[in-house]
């Protein structure tokens, strides 16, 4: 995989992971403590910065109440929004970045 590719996916699978997990009502630190994974390593993957383990991805999952298989669904539509060139809101500030 290109790095751009892997780039990408991160960033998407960011995205999802910070939009269900607000949508859950958690903040950043509650959820990752509820699921006991280290709050700056939860950040850095809500940030696009690591990729998640296989594990870790069901861990995620578990917590959020879907299937792993309907959480890789969501990060590929939103991997198709943002190669499509659309503007995403990511990390603390909200801030915009076009891809």
Known sequence: ???KDKDTIG???GVVLRRLRE???LSH???SDRLEINRSHYGRIERGESSPRLDMVEILARGLNI????????VDRERKRIVKGYVVKTGPAEKEIKY
């Open 1 to 3: 995989m290109m790095r």
């Open 11 to 13: 960033k998407a699978f």
């Open 23 to 25: 949508e859950t009502g």
């Open 29 to 31: 630190m509650n959820f």
């Open 67 to 74: 299937e792993v298989s309907e959480l890789m669904i969501l």
